[in-house]
């Protein structure tokens, strides 16, 4: 194993013990020396003080005289039994280490830990007077000695007593076998889990809380509870996510044949978590924001995201408990598939294009940048210091785009034999990422090893295309290139398959020429002929996003403008639309004379259409954010971006303010509708005002202001106030004034509160955020709101680069407060800083050294110092 601490010299050595900050490597993995084939828990819970008693059966595993190995973090054994006797045992740093002579032993600890004093928010801790557990992905090991590794499955038994008012509520996984009362006002419980599981899917819940119940019945006719346990006022809240569940739960049998396997199903929310949600087994815990809805409180957004995030949770039931990962760099195994099964569910259940639409919008926003800079990294990495900085939209979106190219590819009917395949194969097992893709060749009879490189070569391809026409030979011939450039590790790269869903379409006509046709890139250069083109054709390519790569396709002149408006699949037409904007945009950043013409020709024609959705409208119609455009760019000048986007915005909100105004008043919906239908028209509403408001401000600001007052539901309420926070005008203030005594009683609306002023595009906005940060409702112990202070503000590309460097100190000062408390949160906040080698000197050179500042400081954890020791690397 090797040490990867390249950059030394900026960093501080002396505060480092020697065993942190190792990587561990993919190519090292060794099958565990010792198995747990059972163990016993037994917790007397105290939020200060809780005894945690573990027995392990162990047994050897092969033929090797290693001694039994068991993790450790943050936690001391009071005593060690072997077979019942005082046994030998040392620690090597963490780790507790036990010499056995024979092949089996009974492991007996006693451990002493404090939840309320925990943090990090991993193992065992506290929050709003409930104690609860997150393990995934080694928090395990802050509650009790094991060898915490997901390929070791254990059956688990858990016993837990404590104060029968605090806690009168007490829940792991599995089955409640028994309960009673014991001395001094205290309870227990026991629960058994009959599935093994590895140490990341167990879940203790012990507080005063109340449940939404209901049942769901199996295709097999198994009666299942459910129950939705959250702070009694919060009960009103949970009826979405309870239908959520069970459309899901309904959704899973029809889509891919799988049951629910238990009688019980539990959710609990907790409103301080570090991750949205968590699936131990029958036992999920959440995120508070993604649980708690309604109509006054979540907008349409949030009603989705929660019934998104509660289909993943549960679809993780089997792609990632019963067929679980056999190391942590098989994370991808169990998260892009779930996240591909959740997007699919959720277009099922609302809109595809839409979905797709947004979908493909968070991959280039955020994996898309982290794919080109220097954190970048395989789906399946190769090697981590610390596991909590691989949960990243590589992993998870990416790695959902390399399953949807895989079902693409294999065509539904031989994607579910795969799947099929899958499951029953690796039921029980910890599998890995070729497991996967073998299981869907054997189920389909399909060769894919040549896709096998999406998982192991980084970087996204760039494909360049050219399509010639001979009319004379009524045929047309497309020539396209592709190139994957360099990425940490990775200076070489290879040709890969690349699936792209491809048309001709007439440019007269408007209809497709052919049949759409599945083209395989899979060479550096390759030309594909089309005969029976008779007109001038269009070329639509990469139609629904079938393959995650930046396509650069040569236009004709009026091109793009004519697939803007004839293209009939929804996502290319999208695609032209905002290509067309991306040219104006770019152009206009360069300091180019930007055509806006074409933009405004092309989003008059959306908002007039007869055929098109108002949600599609509205997704069609929006800009592509400052960090988009500053992918686009050589060198990144935030002022000239921000400009540039400003000045398009200004030329449609002028140009069109009829058809902006007409969209906006588009009405009959009720609040509490929550079609398709109606939040495509709240949508389409506030996305109209925000360029209405961008051409004259003082007519958007009286326009928000009546609809701020006037919303029954979040959606529009937010929606205006998002708008106003933006303008120089006396209704902001107002605004924000009223909503912050409405709601500051709600923590999760008040986080709305925070993030819609750190992302407001304001020259004041550094100076607002700081104002903020000494608010007295900020707090840095709260993941969500600090989240929706800091991580909202390093998202808001223009206020954050402030030339004066001023940005980077903020949010360089927060997360260092915040890395004492917390690093798994504290590193996520580092990507803003990442790619300082594309901005333009001035601010290259402050990030840089304001990167070096943060290395350099005392007592750093290991997940910031991987993240900023790769981003200065
Ligand atoms: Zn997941």
């Known amino acids: 194993m090797a040490d990867i601490r390249t950059t030394a010299a900026v960093a501080a050595p002396e505060t480092q013990p ?63 039994k072997v077979d019942g006797a005082d046994a030998d045992w040392r620690m090597d740093g963490p780790a507790l280490v036990i010499d056995l002579a024979g092949d089996r032993a009974t492991i007996e600890t006693e451990v002493e830990i404090s939840p309320a004093a925990n943090t990090k928010l991993m193992g065992l801790y506290a929050s709003g007077g409930m104690l609860c557990t997150q393990c995934e992905a080694e928090g395990f090991r802050r509650i009790t000695f094991f060898p915490d590794r997901p390929d070791v499955l254990s059956k688990y038994h858990v016993r837990m007593e404590g104060n029968a008012t605090l806690f009168p509520v007490l829940l792991s996984n599995g089955n409640r076998i028994a309960l009673g009362d014991a001395a001094e006002g205290r309870h227990w419980a026991e629960w058994q889990d009959p599935f093994p599981k590895p140490s990341y899917l167990f879940a203790l819940v012990a507080g005063d809380l ?64 570090n991750m949205g949600a968590m699936e131990n ?76 639409i947004e ?17 970048a990294h395989p789906v399946r990495p190769d090697s981590y210091i610390e596991i909590g900085n691989f949960y990243t939209a590589t992993v998870y979106n990416k790695g959902a785009e390399v399953i949807r190219m895989l079902a693409t590819v294999l065509g539904p009917e031989k994607f579910r034999a795969g799947t099929d395949l899958y499951f029953s194969r690796h039921d029980g097992e910890a ?59 990775q200076p070489v790269k290879a040709p890969m398959p690349i699936p792209l869903r491809t048309v001709l379409i007439g440019a007269e006509s408007g209809a497709e020429l052919a049949p759409e046709r599945l083209i395989v890139l899979d060479e550096p250069r390759q030309s594909v002929r089309f005969d029976n083109v008779s007109e001038l054709p269009l070329l639509s390519i990469n139609r629904g996003f079938s393959v995650p790569v930046v396509v650069k396709a040569e236009r004709r002149p009026g091109e793009l403008e004519r697939l803007a408006q004839t293209d009939p699949e929804p996502f290319a037409r999208y695609e032209a639309i905002q290509e067309l904007m991306m040219r104006a945009l770019v152009a206009g950043a360069r300091g180019e004379a930007a055509d ?7 989003v008059a024609a959306t908002l007039q259409s007869n055929s098109l959705d108002p949600a599609f409208k509205a997704e069609a119609i929006l800009i592509p954010g400052d960090s988009m455009i500053a992918e686009r760019m050589d060198e990144v000048d935030p002022d000239a971006i921000h400009a540039s986007r400003e000045s398009l915005r200004e030329a449609i909100g002028t140009g069109l303010s009829g058809a902006l105004l007409g969209a906006h008043r588009s009405d009959g919906v009720e609040g509490h509708d929550l079609s398709p239908r109606a939040k495509g028209i709240r949508r389409l509403r506030t996305v109209a005002l925000g360029l209405l408001a961008a051409g004259d401000p003082q007519q958007g600001a009286a326009l928000a202001k009546a609809q701020f007052d006037r919303a029954d539901n979040m959606t529009d309420r937010q929606g205006a106030l998002g708008i106003l926070a933006s303008l120089d005008v ?72 402030s030339p004066d460097g001023r940005g980077y100190a903020f949010l360089a000062d927060i997360l260092l407060d915040a890395d004492k408390l917390n690093p798994q949160v504290a590193a996520r906040l580092v990507p803003a800083f990442g790619r300082w080698r594309r901005f333009e000197p001035k601010r290259a050179e402050l990030m840089r050294q304001t990167l070096e500042r943060i290395v350099a400081a005392p007592g750093l954890s290991k997940d910031v110092f991987e993240q900023v020791s790769k981003s200065l690397a």
């Open 596 to 602: 806006s013409a074409p933009v405004v020709a092309a």
């Open 281 to 356: 087994k029958s036992l999920n815990i959440f995120n508070s924001a993604y649980v708690l809805a309604d109509q006054d409180t979540a907008t349409d957004a949030d009603f989705d995201n929660i019934a998104r995030v509660v289909a993943h949770e549960y679809f993780h039931n089997w792609s990632g408990d019963r067929v679980t990962c056999r190391d942590w760099f098989q994370l991808s195994l169990k998260e892009g598939f779930t996240v591909f099964r959740d997007q699919s569910f959720s277009a099922d259940v609302g809109s595809p294009p839409v979905k797709r």
């Open 730 to 801: 006396p209704e902001r203030q107002a605004a924000l004034d009223a909503f912050y005594e409405r709601f500051q009683d709600d923590p999760l609306v008040l986080d709305k509160w925070f993030a819609l002023q750190a992302a407001a595009q304001r020259s004041d906005t550094v100076d607002q955020v700081l104002r903020l940060a000494a608010h007295p409702d900020f707090t840095i112990s709260n993941p969500n709101r600090l989240r929706s202070l800091a991580g909202t503000f390093g998202g808001n590309h223009w206020a954050f680069h």
């Open 431 to 489: 599998a890995t990422c070729d497991d996967f893709v073998k299981a869907l060749e054997d189920g389909s009879g399909v060769d894919l090893s040549a896709f096998k490189i999406w998982y192991s070569q980084a970087g996204t391809p760039k494909v360049t295309a050219r399509l010639e026409h001979d009319a004379a030979a009524n045929a047309a011939t497309l020539h396209l290139e592709q190139k994957v450039d360099p990425t940490p590790g």
């Open 18 to 80: 020697s065993t942190e900050h190792v990587a561990i490597r993919r190519e090292d993995y060794r099958p565990p020396d010792w198995l747990v084939p059972e163990i016993s828990l037994d917790f007397q819970l105290d939020a200060d003080r809780t005894i945690v008693r573990g027995t392990l059966q162990v047994e050897r595993n092969g033929d090797h005289d290693r001694p039994l190995r068991l993790d450790g973090d943050e936690i001391a054994a009071l005593s060690v």
């Open 210 to 273: 109340e449940a939404n119940r209901d049942s769901f019945t199996t295709m097999s006719g198994r009666q299942v509870d459910l129950a939705i346990w959250v702070r009694s006022s919060d009960l009103p809240k949970t009826q979405h996510a309870m239908d959520s569940l069970k459309l899901a739960m309904a959704w899973d049998e029809r889509v891919y044949g799988r049951e629910y396997d238990l009688d019980l199903f539990n959710i609990v929310a907790v409103s301080d978590f």
């Open 359 to 375: 979908d493909v919008r968070v991959l280039r926003a955020v994996q898309f940048p982290e794919d080109a800079g220097p954190l």
